[in-house]
């Protein structure tokens, strides 16, 4: 029954009682903390013959211009010209119609819901809800906050892997120049309410230059190389905030224009010495000219001045990797502030009675697609299944990558030394309680043990800030003692100032200590074939070390505790190399007796996240190539999409971008661009020219639906001008 009421090529979820998923919506509304969830169309349909009983069905959308009424009541009445005819053998007397509809977007600067209910024939009623249910009548600011909304919705969840959502449709939010303009006016208006929004995971406390709004204009903007129309709006809006400067600096870099870059960070930094946004733009941009140590100082002064925030840290732990004083880089890591993961805002809906997902007949019978493969390809090796890694997000995702740049430095065995030089160990800790119960039982003065006096008292000398951030003793060295973060006088923010006209980035007298650590632990290759596992690292009984009293008593010399989580990530971390040396052997003797070396599909995906996630690209392409040979996977085709616009492979590219064309196609993701094949195809595009690209794909022979499909991303290049499009 339910075909005979359903739309073409649009997903429907039928619902058991009538407006139920309006009112699960209205209920999870104050649940909402960022950008919300996708926009909602509900429809109810009825038919003309008597007793039959009408039919809700709801779908999730995002990219529609919601900047009106006028625009959100047009989507509604395209869906009229999406029933199925053909819905009855000999006659059309029964039809089903639409009778009503209502659009549902959620505006995430005020926290509210706005609705256009469409009567069909009839009136269009517009109005918003709030958390109590409330209803409103919408303003022109309501509507440009919603507008501006949506567009970054669209933007920021084209291809976001963690937000899978059935039944959701994907349109273009941005289609010409006209609309670009009016986006951009809506940024600039909204600009210094973007922190409202919230930030991506490894954030803490949104600010200016960190949240939602300036990642959706940064990633529309970056993903065609198109620098010019940031930069405009980013000179205006720095006239009234110098911290806007790191995003105009970024976005000249982009646009090779590095002296103009290095300008607005001098200025910026004048006016707000303590961003360490600004510091972070200049201290990438040492790292990309090899400049490490000058990168070095920034990156301590950027932790001083915001020990709080990951970013800081983790950008430290970086450089400490590039210079290679590994030991300073993973006390750095073990400093580093971990926050809870968010998820996405998502709202739960009832359990529809009926799922209705179609295919689109031209899609169906382009021969291109490819279904999700079933049966024995889609099993695999319980160890590869229960991995952790893949389970890590936000900020410990993020530590991690950290930890595998590092053991890919330095090798497992040689991180492993380096572990327990920095760190108190378990059989450590034990033998220290044991003398201190010797000490305890056999004399009555606190004063007796002499000798271990002084070791107690110089880290009892040391700030409490170790305790809450353990900052390593180089970032420490580089300011006074009062200049600690947790320093709460007036003059904090002007010391700090002063501290950064006071940083010289071509004084290496206090690298001594650093030169000897890195010629300490000269280049050593890795060593995969014979995996220690790591010891446990001391920790107190109840697991807290940052707020145990009698810290200084087991902490010996500069050797700190090792955060619980950092030791769970050392066990991660070995799980993934026990499973990849025990492959990489399988392969290479399987090799040697040149036997077939066979696994599922589904493995071969499992070992391709395995190498990438410890940076050995080779070995994943191969892994993903295996996998793409024995069963299709998206996730396979965008990671070797990826490597071939690395490599300018301009074939293979394209034949990845027509794959996961016509299966976003499948699933309802008809946007263009910001996506990621938009990215891969604009980076293939700057190297080889547009031309080319045209004549690889016509020279593919593809059928005449699918061409049209390709055609839309060169359509995008022509338009906005991406950089290639002329040549």
């Not at 909304?149 to 289609?175: E, F, H, Q, W």
């Not at 090798?411 to 201190?436: H, I, P, T």
Request: glycine share 4%; charged share 30%.
């Amino acid at each position: 029954m339910a075909a005979a009421h359903a739309l073409k090529g649009i997903p429907e979820f039928f619902e058991n009682k009538l407006g139920e998923s309006i009112v699960a919506r209205t209920d999870a509304l104050g649940t909402f903390r960022e950008l919300g969830p996708p926009d909602l169309c509900h429809i109810i349909k009825t038919n003309a013959k008597p007793g039959v009983s009408e039919v809700g069905t709801y779908h999730y959308v995002s990219g529609v211009d919601a900047s009106s009424s006028a625009t959100l009541a047009a989507y509604l009445n395209s869906l009229t010209y999406s029933m199925d005819e053909n819905q009855s053998w000999f006659t059309k007397s029964n039809a089903w119609r639409i009778r009503s509809g209502i659009y549902c977007c959620f505006n995430a600067f005020s926290r509210v819901d706005v609705r256009v209910e469409v009567k069909i024939p009839g009136g269009v009623e517009c109005y918003f809800v709030d958390v109590r249910g409330e209803r409103h009548e919408t303003t022109a600011s309501i509507w440009q906050e919603t507008y501006l909304s949506a567009v970054l919705r669209a933007i920021l969840y084209s291809d976001d892997s963690y937000y899978r959502l059935a039944g959701y449709r994907k349109v273009d939010p941005i289609t010409s120049l006209q609309a670009e303009q009016k986006f951009l006016e809506a940024v600039e208006t909204l600009f210094f309410r973007g922190w409202q929004l919230g930030s991506k995971p490894e954030i803490q406390t949104a600010t200016v230059v960190h949240n939602h709004l300036t990642s959706g204009v940064m990633k529309y903007f970056s993903d065609s190389f198109r620098y010019g129309p940031a930069i405009t709006l980013f000179e205006k809006l720095q006239q009234k905030d110098p911290e806007v400067g790191a995003l105009l600096a970024e976005a000249y870099i982009g646009q090779n224009e590095e002296i103009k870059a290095v300008n607005v960070l001098h200025d910026c930094l004048k006016q707000a010495p303590m961003s360490y946004s600004l510091l972070h733009v200049q201290v990438e941009y040492l790292r990309s000219k090899g400049e490490f140590d000058m990168a070095l100082k920034l990156a301590k002064f950027a932790v001083n001045t915001t020990p709080s925030e990951f970013l800081t840290w983790a950008k430290l732990t970086d450089v400490y990797i590039d210079i290679g004083d590994y030991q300073n880089a993973l006390l750095t890591l073990n400093s580093c502030p971990m926050f809870t993961y968010s998820e996405r805002d998502m709202h739960r809906m009832p359990a529809p009675s009926y799922t209705h997902l179609p295919v689109k007949a031209e899609i169906a019978n382009s021969g291109v697609m490819e279904e999700d493969a079933s049966g024995r390809e889609n099993e695999a090796d319980p160890n590869l299944l229960r991995l952790p890694a893949p389970a890590l997000h936000g900020t410990f995702s993020k530590a991690y990558a950290l930890l595998t740049r590092l053991a890919g430095r330095i090798g497992w065995d040689d991180l492993l030394k380096c572990r327990s030089v920095v760190f108190v160990m378990e059989e450590e800790y034990r033998k220290q309680k044991a003398k201190e119960e010797e000490h305890k039982g056999s004399f009555s003065l606190p004063s007796a043990p002499i000798a271990e006096e002084p070791v107690e008292e110089s880290k009892n000398e040391e700030p409490t800030e170790e305790a809450k951030d353990e900052e390593p003793k180089e970032a420490d060295a580089d300011d006074t003692k009062e200049d600690d973060a947790t320093d709460k006088e007036a003059n904090a923010t002007e010391e700090l100032s002063e501290k950064l006209e006071d940083v010289d980035l071509d004084d290496d007298a206090e690298k001594k200590q650093d030169d000897e650590k890195v010629n300490g632990d000269a280049h050593v290759e890795v060593q995969h074939m014979s995996l220690e596992r790591p010891r446990q690292a001391a920790e107190d009984a109840n697991g807290e070390h940052s707020n145990k009293q009698d810290e200084s008593s087991f902490t010996f010399g500069n050797k700190r505790l090792c955060e619980r989580w950092l030791d769970n990530l050392f066990m991660v971390l070995y799980e993934d190399l026990r499973i990849y040396t025990f492959w990489r052997t399988e392969v290479a003797h399987y090799r040697a007796q040149q036997l077939p070396y066979r696994k599922t599909g589904t493995e071969w995906e499992l070992l391709g996240d395995l190498a990438l996630r410890l940076w050995h690209e080779e070995e994943s392409k191969e892994a993903y190539e295996q996998c793409l040979d024995q069963k299709f996977s998206a996730k396979a085709w965008i990671k070797l999409l990826e490597m071939y616009a690395k490599q300018g492979n301009v074939e293979r590219a394209l034949l990845a971008a027509v794959k996961l064309t016509v299966y976003h196609e499948r699933w309802y993701h008809e946007i263009v661009y910001p996506t990621e094949i938009a990215w891969n195809l604009n980076k293939v595009i700057r190297k080889e020219g547009l031309s080319k690209m045209q004549n690889v794909l016509t020279s593919m022979n593809l059928p005449e639906p699918v061409q049209k499909l390709m055609r839309r991303y060169f359509d995008y290049v022509e338009l906005f001008k991406v950089e290639g499009y002329e040549f």
